[in-house]
């Protein structure tokens, strides 16, 4: 045994001094090594806090730009030296570190963001395009690429709330995004309605928010209006034609200008718009029945807001089985007499009717009442060709 434990402390005694040797051999070019990365850590802090200085003093817009300007002149860089080596006989390798910008604009994800977790929300109203993404810290606008053209934006805003942030575009005319992702980034490309669509439509749940409209007891306008809208958005979704785009003034309980309503189916040069309202007459609890007002100053034309809201009124009674009352002359209503699209404004149903109530507020009725404008506004797209 004492043999045995002498054998392992002279084989441990000669490894140690190996290994000291070993160590105090390569301890110099250690120590460099160390020092490399120590430096290498130092100078990356540097530029970092260097990068922040310069880019805490900028707008949102100012730093894409500024991260496109650097990208570009790093891409234009890196083609220069190419066409040198390619000059002088050589084969240049794949420089990976080049990015290079095939978008409009390119957001730079961090790690777990992807497809299935960012979220582009589209607010046309305020001609806003919200990108919201999971991990994306207060700092994601500092650290990672954001980058494209500023042409068609009045700003960039960046905010950032719990393991989520939010880039914020305002643009100077109402576009959509149509993006795509790899790996790495987000990609978008904005692009007028027009160019996406062969007709348009816009629809508009009269009142929301602070205007609640007819109310009788707990029932509310702008709650019947905008439920009907949300079935009438699943039937557009559900058919899912490309040709055809439709948007919405609100799809929650906001309260869009009246100047905005009509001044989005404008901008949009819309080929129909369409108001959703809830009738009340007080004194009379016995009214019933649909109206559908027009612009009955409008020019006559081939197809006119007349015509439209014939079709309106039609559809709407027949889908519902509604008592069918008239077309009612609406040229005083601002968002009828300046629409330059053939504009309709639908009275489902009477609030003060209590039998019609109990209808209006039935999740069954207003989709009844939604298949009714769908066929409308399909049937009229046909007149329009």
């Not at 790690?111 to 109203?125: F, P, Q, R």
């Amino acid at each position: 045994m004492e043999r045995k434990m002498a054998r392992f402390t002279a084989f441990f005694t000669c490894a140690f001094s190996l290994f000291i040797c070993v160590a105090v051999w390569f301890l110099p070019e250690l120590e460099q090594r160390i020092e490399a990365y120590s430096a290498s850590i130092r100078r990356d802090q540097l530029a970092r806090e260097e990068r922040y200085a310069l880019l805490e003093k900028m707008s949102g817009l100012e730093i894409m730009d500024y991260n496109t300007q650097q990208v570009q002149q790093q891409a234009e860089k890196a083609e220069k030296e190419e066409k040198e080596i390619i000059k002088e006989g050589g084969d240049p390798e794949p420089q990976e570190d080049v990015i290079v910008i095939t978008h409009q604009m390119q957001l730079e994800l961090p790690s777990g963001a992807d497809a299935s977790n960012v979220e582009v929300v589209h607010d046309l109203i305020e001609r806003r395009i919200d990108i919201r993404i999971p991990g994306a810290d207060k700092n994601y606008i500092y650290d990672y690429m954001v980058l494209g053209e500023s042409g068609d934006m009045e700003s960039l805003d960046y905010f950032s709330e719990g393991d989520s942030g939010t880039v914020a575009l305002t643009m100077d005319k109402v576009v959509e995004a149509d993006y795509s992702f790899d790996e790495n980034y987000l990609y978008l490309d904005f692009l007028s309605p027009a160019e996406m669509h062969d007709r348009i439509i816009v629809v508009d749940a009269g009142h929301g928010g602070g205007a609640p409209g007819a109310v009788s007891g707990t029932h509310y306008e702008k709650n019947i209006t905008l439920a009907i809208v949300q079935q009438l958005k699943k039937l557009f979704d559900e058919a899912d034609d490309p040709q055809i785009g439709v948007y919405y003034t609100r799809l929650d309980d906001t309260n869009p200008s009246l100047s905005d309503r009509v001044g989005l189916a404008n901008e949009l040069n819309a080929d129909l718009f369409v108001s959703v309202h809830i009738n009340s007459l007080k004194g009379n609890p016995g009214v019933e029945g649909v109206e559908v007002m027009y612009d009955e100053l409008a020019p006559d034309t081939a197809f006119d807001t007349k015509d439209f809201a014939q079709i309106c009124l039609d559809e709407q009674v027949a889908a519902l089985g509604a008592k069918k009352r008239r077309l009612i002359d609406g040229n005083k209503i601002y968002i009828i007499r300046n629409s330059i699209a053939p504009a309709a404004l639908i009275e489902v149903g009477f609030m003060n009717n209590p039998n019609e109530l109990a209808r209006l507020t039935d999740p069954g009725y207003q989709k009844k009442s939604a298949q009714g404008i769908y066929q409308a506004l399909q049937k009229s797209l046909k007149q329009l060709k």
